[in-house]
């Protein structure tokens, strides 16, 4: 089993769409939990951290499931400029295992 | 702040020709990290420095690649020799918090090894 799994997708939705993406985790003693996007061809960007408690920025939510081991990303409204890859970053004390990315395109 | 600056962005090389990838990390950062990204396996952690000190190098393939870290803005990634399945996009990433906290990363150098 992979440490980090991701749908790859592609997920293909309209504009407008509420689109959400989840990602499992196989190590129970994870401490810390990103949302990475990723452009084609270009570097992995920070799009927000991953709270216990669950948080929201703009039109995007991250939740976070302790329990199940899985992390969440919800996109409302979502505009053709989401269209990207996103990637779940899991970390513990001394490594930082990226997802392969869900790759998602936002159409007219 | 210019970010992290890698160079080159593209390398084209021959196989068993000597590669030297470059970078400088965000001013302030102690943390340095390379990292490879292919279709086949992502995006994967080679090594990572702390205060210009390798940490973990547990990443890095085989004995063909070696990094080093001269001062705090500077860091090389070196393949020699170099094969085809060395070509991915190679990426730097620093931060100033450590493991465990959001990196920023250099626009990558495309290497291509015919």
């Known amino acids: 089993r992979k440490e980090v799994e991701q749908d790859p997708g592609p997920f293909n939705v309209p504009e407008g769409a509420t689109v959400a993406f989840n990602c499992t985790y196989s190590?129970?003693?994870?401490?810390?939990f990103f949302w990475y996007r990723q452009d084609c061809r270009k570097e992995p960007k920070l799009l927000m951290s991953v709270y216990s408690s669950g948080n929201e920025d703009g039109r995007f939510t991250a939740q976070l499931n302790r329990a199940s081991q899985y992390i969440s990303l919800l996109i409302r409204d979502s505009k053709l400029s989401d269209s990207a890859t996103y990637l779940c970053v899991v970390t513990d004390n001394n490594d930082m295992r990226f997802g392969a990315g869900t790759r998602l395109t936002v159409k007219p | 702040d210019a970010g992290v600056i890698q160079s080159p962005r593209h390398e084209v090389t021959e196989m068993g020709q000597e590669v030297t990838l470059r970078c400088k990390p965000i001013?302030?950062?102690?943390?340095l990290f390379w990292y490879r990204q292919t279709m086949m396996r992502g995006l994967e952690l080679l090594i990572y420095?702390?205060?210009?000190?390798?940490?973990?190098d547990s990443g890095m393939p085989e004995d063909r690649f070696s990094a080093k870290m001269p001062n705090a803005s500077f860091s090389t990634l070196k393949i020699q020799p170099s094969e085809p399945r060395d070509s991915a996009v190679y990426f730097c990433?620093?931060?100033?918090?450590?493991?465990?906290?959001?990196?920023?990363f250099g626009s990558g150098t495309r290497l291509t090894v015919v």
């Open positions: 990433a620093s931060t100033e918090t450590g493991i465990g906290y959001g990196y920023t």
């Open positions: 420095f702390n205060n210009n000190v390798p940490i973990d």
């Open positions: 001013s302030g950062h102690d943390y």
């Open positions: 190590n129970s003693a994870s401490q810390s």
